[in-house]
Structure formats: structure tokens, C-alpha cells
């Protein structure tokens, strides 16, 4: 019946006696996702408390207000400086340490090396994000935390709230993220590494080509694709970040560290107000679409170069 | 600490250029053997930074109050002290929280994979008309942030009697996690070999058997794979749990754990402790199937 020989012969297009194995996700795709979004993007046309309270028709109000709202420019600024610690450090980092443990320390004392060093570099991946929030909230802590006592012990007499400061949140939060992020690019490229021929390597080894010069000219085009991946669903993760801002600081003090995401959350449970949340999350949701299609956009140009200038 | 994390990472690159030079193979000459050394330190110093707070978690989490005071967080404790993991436990009422985590994962996972596997074998196989919306529109919803559905899931969840159920928790993320899965199998099964497909057919097999007798067998590693990845991933997830979970009996691990911060009982011990015994669970499964997982994170990356 389905034998794809006698499929082209029949009126009835193939595909359709497989439909049935699409309805279970695709009501519970409809249900779970398509709903929830489209009546996010409805109530942030009212004014609501939430609830059973009545929902007050205001149009755009919501969004003209956000256009006037610091705060909300505030936390897309954040956004760049999460950008920052979850996507650029992490990913130029890991570019290097994965080319250092592959091909230089890998080779010279050998795969068991690398590979412990990957799988340390990828611990902090694992844990859930609130345990690491909580930890270094604990470390980070200015009167009781291990790095003032420590700090302390060598002397120094005033050391920085680090949470605590406006000054000083912001850097020390891109640091724990930074901290949380780095295994991720360096096992990506690594997988990446073993795709690339070794013999490019000999090549430019036998032409005297020093490790720089290699990791430039082979290593980074070569792994490019991943490069492109992993700074895809990082920067949807840094636009996305709650948790660790959650656990970490609440977006304060005086909103020195407040993301988008939190934003919305404290309008939707802590201050109830339901559309201003919800226009929050649309406009994050609109800029996140946006991003990600430039960067596949993007990706999609550089394969294209590739392909005429090879 | 900041400064090893700032610096180590450089220290590599400005030492290799000296050592990457010519004849350095493996069993090569040894004349240039000291650049080595100072890569491998410069590798292991940023593995240590890594390590770091680890490490001060775990002296801490068995260190009396007293002994923190007097010593430093960096002193080895003289003796064992468990009173913070007690407190911990108690206080939370762990093993309720870790099966609650355990229960809701688990569920994920299995459902989750089964629904992407019902998914791809329409889109991959059947080659459903419109198929690229159908993977774009996965792909999308992988991206959108979760606030963007919360309110009106969270809505739902009370009009059908499941707030603050595990229920509705359970749902969300098989769902959500089979987007993804549902975009990596499709592409996986988009190049399956229709030999195998037609021989199955010429056999008399229908679409149902085909999927389970010849289709599953052969994407079960990959399924694998997804399952631990969508384990591990419901484990972790905070925001949707915070929102939907608002007792003690229903709550997850993180938020448990989140929740007791800023307590006044919550002395440097049982902060620590806390952490510990929380982040052993998926300590323990990464270390279980640490090879399955990095070959996992490995083909989403690809894909």
C-alpha cells in the first residue's frame, strides 16, 4: 500500500496515511505552544491584574509605555552585556582551548589528557543552574562569602560587595555565566576537530607553519559551521536567561542586572500586571525571532561564499 | 579568582606559537619540551578555576560554623561535620523533592521521546506536503522564552484543576523538549535507506509495523541520546517549576533549593550542603552516561 514503487502511480498523495503520527504533537503543539503564545500577544493588549480580575481593553498602550520605560531599556541593554558572557567570551575561550587540547596537548601527551580537561571544562554545564546560582551567590556574598574571606585572609581590609554594588553586579554575574558557559563551546568544537582532515595539519606543519598560523588558517574555517551553531543557541540562551539573575540578584540592585525575562516575570506574579508582562515577553519573543534569523541568515550567505570560492 | 579565570585562557595561545614549530611530533625530539609544559599548565589552571568553587562547596559543605569563622573557607575541615547536610535534608524534605524531580523527568523523557518519534517518522518518512514549515515551526518554538507562554499555561492549568500539579509540569516540557527532538529525528529519518523501507513493504509490513519493527530498532541509539538529554534537561529547568509549583510536596530540587535562600537559618554549611546533595543526582548521571551525553550534545550540533 505505502511501498513508495507504487506510490506515483496512485492519485492519492503518499503522505497522507501518515498524517495520523503527526495529530498527538500537533494538538498537543497547538495546545501547549500556538494558544499560549497568541493569547500572550492578546492580553498584552489589556490591562489586567491577573486572575479572575476584569481585563480592560488599551490597545497599544502597553507597548508605548514600554517605549518610555528606562527599566525596559535597561534590560535589553543587559541582554548585550549577557551576550558578552554567554556567547562572545565563551566562544573565542572554547575556540582555543578546544584547538589547544586537541591538537597541541592531545598529541603531545595524549587522548586521556584532553579528554579529562574537556570533562572538567564541561562540569559546571551539568549542574542546574539555580544549584550554581546558589553557590556563588553563597561565594560572591560581601560579609559572609568565601571570596571576601579569603580576600580577608590576604589583607585587604574593604572588599567589594560584589552583588551588592551597582558598580560591580553586573561584571561579577557575566563572570558566574561565563563560569557556567565555557564547556559547552569546547566540547562542540572538539567533536568538530575530528571531522577536519589531519593531513591539512601535516601539510602546513611540513610548509612551517607555527601553531597561530595553523589555528587560523585551518582550524577556525574549518569548524565554522559549529562556530555558527554554537553562537546561535547561545545568544537565543543569553537573550533568554533567567535563573541564574533569579538566584543570583533579582535583577537588582537598582536593576543593574535585570533581564528581559525577569521583567516580565515581576510584572506577571509580583506586581500583576499581566499585559505590561505580556507585552514584555512579546517583544522579546519578536527580538528573538529576528535574531536568530539573522544569524541563519548569515550562515546561510557564508555557505554560499564558500561554495563559489571553492 | 577573577583574575585565573581572566588570564589562564590566554596563557596557551602566547605560549604555543614558541612550541607548535616543526619537528614536535609525538616521539619527535624533546628539544622543544618546555613549551609543552607551560601549555598543559596554562590548560590545567583554567581546569582548576573551573574546579574552584567546587571544591570550596565541598570543604565547606562538612565544615562547622565555628571552624568557617576561624579558618577560612579555604581550610580542610579537622573534622566531619554533617550537621548541614542534616539540616538540609530536613528542612527540605529531600527524598520528596528528589523524586518529585525524578518522577517528572523521567516521565518527560519517555513521552517526549516517543512523541518525536511519531513526529519524525510523519515528517522524515511519510515526508508529510509542507514539511519544512512543519520542522521550521519546531525549530521556532525551541526558541521562543518560556515567558512568552507562562501566563496563559499557567491560566489553563487552573481552569482544568491542574495548578500546582506535576501534571501540567509534565505536559509542558514533553512538548517542549520533543520540538527539539522532533527537528534532530526528522533529519535523521529524512536519511533513512529507503531499501530498508521497501523490503519491509514487499514483506506485507504496514506503516505501524514499519515504524516499530524496522524504523525504531535502527534510531534507537539516537533515541537514547535524546532521552538523556531531555532527562537531564527537565532536571535542570527552573522557570516553568517556579511558576506552576507553589508547595513544598509538588516543588523540584532547584526550586527547593532556591527558595531556601536569604533564609536566616541558612548558615554556610547547610548553604553548602544544600548545593552538594543537589548537584550530586545529575553528577551522578553525567558521570553514568558522560560518553552517550558528549556524543548527544555532539549530534544536536551537527544536525
Redo the contacts between chains.
Sequence with gaps: ?????TRARRRR???L???P??I???V??V???G???V??VY?SLFSWR?GLAPLEWIGADNYTELWHDAAFWTSFQNSVAMIVAMVIVPTA?GL??AA??FD??G???GGR?ASV?R??????Q??????A???????LNAQ?G??N??LR?LGVTDPPNWLGDPASALPSVM?VL??VQ???PV??FM??LQRVDPELYEAA??D?A???R?FRAITIPQIR??TF??TLTCT?AA??V??PI??LTRGGPESSTLV??YY??LN??DKSR?GY??A???V??VV??VV?VVILALQARAERREEVAG | ??TT?RNA?AS??TA??G????A???GGRHRRGAA?WF??A???A??L???A??I??AL?AVKSPAEYSQD???SIPSELYLDGIVNFWQRVDFLVKLWNSFFISAVVSVVACL??L??A???G?????GRMW?VL??L??N???????????FD?ARQVGLSNSQWSVI??F???Q??FG?YLLASVLGTFP?AL??AA??DGA??WR??WQVVFPIVRPTLMVLMILFF?WT??E??IP??MLTTNDTQT???A??SL?GDRMMD?PT??A??LV??LP??I??LVF?RTL?RG??AG??K
Design positions: 500500500m505505502s511501498a513508495p514503487t498523495p503518499g503522505w496515511p501518515y498524517l503520527y503527526l498527538p504533537g500537533g498537543l503543539f495546545v501547549v505552544i494558544y499560549p503564545l493569547t500572550n492580553i491577573g575561550v582555543v582551548l589547544v587540547l597541541y596537548l598529541r603531545r601527551f589528557v580537561l570533562a572538567t571544562y564541561y562540569l559546571p551539568i549542574l542546574p543552574v539555580a544549584v546560582g546558589v553557590l556563588w551567590n553563597w561565594i559572609t568565601a571570596l574571606e579569603i585572609g563572570l561565563i563560569w565555557i564547556g559547552y566540547v562542540i567533536a568538530a606543519e611540513l612551517g607555527g601553531w597561530w595553523r559551521p559549529e551553531v554554537v537565543v537573550l533568554k533567567f535563573g533569579y538566584v528581559p525575562s516580565s516575570y506577571f506574579f499581566v508582562g505580556a514584555i515577553a512579546t522579546l519573543t528573538i525571532i536568530a | 579568582m577573577t579565570v585562557p596557551p595561545a604555543s606559537p612550541g607548535g614549530t616543526r614536535s611530533r609525538p609543552r601549555v598543559l596554562g590548560a590545567v583554567v581546569a578555576a573551573v574546579l568553587p567546587m570550596i562547596m565547606n577560612g573557607p579555604l512523541l518525536s511519531l513526529n517518522y510523519a515528517i518518512i511519510g515526508r508529510i506536503k512543519i515551526l519546531f521556532l518554538a526558541m521562543l522564552p518560556q515567558e512568552a507562554l507562562i501566563y496563559p499555561l489553563m505536559i509542558i514533553t512538548v517542549i520533543s520540538a522532533t529507503p523501507l521497501e513493504a514487499l504496514g506503516r514499519v515504524l537531564i532536571w535542570n527552573f522557570f517556579l511558576v530540587i532547584p526550586i533549593l532556591a535562600q554556610a548553604t553548602n544544600g548545593a543537589s548537584l545529575a553528577l548521571f553525567f558522560q558528549t550534545v555532539t550540533a551537527v
